[in-house]
């Protein structure tokens, strides 16, 4: 049934990317798409509490996963798999409902790329990143002020092998209380 609804395909054929081809950038036109599929997220009374950074630079990229890979424990590791684009997605702290809100936007960010052909993956420790002096450097550098909380990075990029198939889900996923 999903083979016949854009929206619902994308949905059930995302799947989390851990290898990207380096050679292929990512168009602008396509980073775009994806950031403007989060600005839609739905939030809570529509307060819309989340700001993005992208980051291209090179440098940046590799700086941020080596931050990423301390606070991990696997300093050996890039925890972006060599992707070329990092979404981040920030929320205020100040509103009830920040970490809801930032999720719901990951979710867009990662069914728009799979929608717009490119590969993702949601990679934690954004909230532990920008706790910290180099993060924060980052938001200053940035202009962003305020109570911000690092909710996930969107790894975005071209995929370097197929795309697998999806596992079989699981059973008892959906109870009917009618």
Request: negative net charge; glycine residues 8%; hydrophobic residues 40%.
């Amino acid at each position: 049934m999903y083979e016949e609804n854009a929206v619902l395909h994308a949905l059930c054929t995302r799947r989390s990317v851990r290898s990207y081809d380096s050679t292929k950038p990512v168009e602008q036109e396509k980073i775009q798409a994806v950031l403007t599929a989060g600005q839609y997220a739905p939030t809570g009374m529509n307060r819309m509490p989340t700001k993005f950074v992208v980051i291209r630079n090179p440098e940046m990229l590799h700086q941020l996963s080596n931050q990423n890979a301390e606070i991990m424990g696997a300093a050996d590791r890039d925890p972006f798999y060599g992707a070329p684009v990092i979404l981040i997605v920030l929320a205020n702290k100040d509103i009830p409902t920040y970490k809801y809100d930032g999720s719901l936007v990951m979710g867009n960010f990662m069914n728009a790329a799979t929608s717009l052909g490119l590969g993702s993956i949601w990679v934690h420790r954004a909230k532990e990143e920008f706790e910290s002096e180099f993060g924060k450097k980052i938001l200053a550098d940035l202009g962003i002020e305020g109570n911000y909380e690092g909710i996930g990075h969107c790894v975005l990029g071209y995929a370097a092998n197929e795309v697998p198939e999806a596992a079989p889900r699981k059973d008892n996923y959906v109870y009917y209380a009618e």
